[in-house]
């Protein structure tokens, strides 16, 4: 193996805040101390300053280019990561009427991030027994979310009503991911995207709110980006405060106060090395499909040594997450692990077991070591 046990460089396989590219880090280390256009460290820049300002504009732009977006959306940097969009989306959208009778929003219920976002969309703990504002329309729960809905069996349960249909495309914890847009047309399609944004093209045309915050494919935590078409601004309840208006952060293009500065920076920086370093979306999801087929193929070509449970056709190309068939053997796996210099290997607190982050920032050479180690631990157990 190349890695040593005295490798200090440790390669970050970490569900999030995820690897970024050793190339945008020397330009933010740098930016730590100086801004080269600016004369001014990175985290001393005012947000009214019109360097800033422009570095708004031109990472909504690259964003755009990224994603081929028409000037039907808005693309808005926020704060409050994605559990604060699980509310907001829903005071935005499902709670606008307390007195009309209406449809409830549409959920999938297809792991821990699906379900926290149902968390986060009631407005009180519901009393039992009653109306729910949401109706789950698909449940992996008893599959121990090992499987997603297939399109068609899906539009079956759907209601053409609803007032909005939700889910999230990647599903961080379980390694389970969608590989094709759900839901029916002409109802809006709102997505949590937090694991995968901008790690491969989307027909983003056919989303009406998209959000993702930044820690895991874009840059630090502190900043979420929301791509929302126009004509939602209009269904947006009155009862919402200012803040909690995407109307607000549209009208004052992501100045309303203080933004992350320092994360928009970083965000700006990954675009930008998207665009030039890696050629656009495509190449980076062709980069990524092959960091998770190779690894994908260590654990399928391990005799049951390594087992992953979710249904190949939904096998997420961001997050392999496996078991060692003898459990007693994972904290030994992890602890190699580690001291090889492989970080953040360990399964999310909810499920353990092992998952490795292959997020944009993670190379396909830092896979290949891993793939190495886990070939040669299984050899040595
Ligand atoms: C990590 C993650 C979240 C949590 O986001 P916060 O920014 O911590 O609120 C939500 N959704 C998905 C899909 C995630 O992967």
């Given amino acids: 193996m190349k890695r040593t046990q005295t490798d200090r460089n440790l390669l970050n396989f970490s569900g999030g805040p995820g690897a970024l590219a050793a190339s945008v880090l020397k330009q933010v280390q740098a930016s730590i101390e100086s801004v080269p256009e600016v004369g001014l460290s990175i985290l001393g820049i005012s947000h009214r300053s019109k360097w800033f300002t422009d570095l708004v504009i031109e990472t909504e732009q690259r964003i755009r280019t990224l994603l081929n977006l028409s000037e039907q959306y808005h693309v808005l940097f926020l704060q409050g990561g994605a559990t604060q969009q699980f509310s907001t989306v829903a005071m935005a959208f499902n709670h606008s009427e307390p007195n009309k009778p209406k449809h409830p929003a549409q959920y999938l219920d297809t792991g821990y991030w699906s379900g926290k976002s149902i968390e986060g969309a009631q407005l009180k703990p519901q009393p039992e027994n009653s109306a729910s504002d949401i109706h789950v329309a ?96 209009a269904k947006i309840s009155p009862n919402v405060p200012t803040f909690l208006d995407y109307r607000t952060h549209v009208r004052a293009h992501s100045n309303f106060n ?119 631990f299984q050899q040595r157990a």
């Fill in 138 to 233: 698909w449940s992996g729960k008893a599959k121990r979310y090992t499987t997603l809905p297939q399109r068609a069996e899906l539009e079956s349960v759907l209601s053409p009503n609803a007032p909005y249909f939700h889910y999230v495309s990647n599903e961080t914890v379980e390694g389970l991911q969608f590989k094709e847009v759900m839901g029916l047309e002409g109802v809006p399609r709102i997505c949590d995207m937090s694991s995968d944004f901008l790690s491969a093209p989307i027909a983003a045309d056919r989303f009406s709110l998209i959000y993702a915050h930044a820690q895991k494919n874009l840059g630090p935590a502190g900043v979420t980006i929301v791509v929302i078409k126009d004509e939602m601004l």
């Fill in 258 to 376: 203080t933004p992350p500065v320092f994360a928009i920076y970083v965000v700006n920086l990954i675009t930008q090395w998207l665009m030039s370093e890696i050629g656009g979306l495509a190449n980076m999801g062709a980069i990524n499909q092959q960091k998770a087929n190779d690894l994908y193929k260590v654990i399928d070509a391990s005799g049951g040594f390594y087992k992953c449970d979710v249904s190949p056709a939904h096998r997420s190309v961001m997050n392999v997450s496996f078991k060692l068939a003898e459990q007693s053997l994972e904290e030994a796996f992890l602890s190699k692990a580690l001291s090889y210099g492989f970080s953040g290997l360990g399964g999310h607190r909810s499920v353990g077991g092992i998952r490795a982050s292959l997020y944009n920032g993670v190379t396909l050479e830092a896979v290949n070591e891993l793939s190495e180690f886990m070939r040669d």
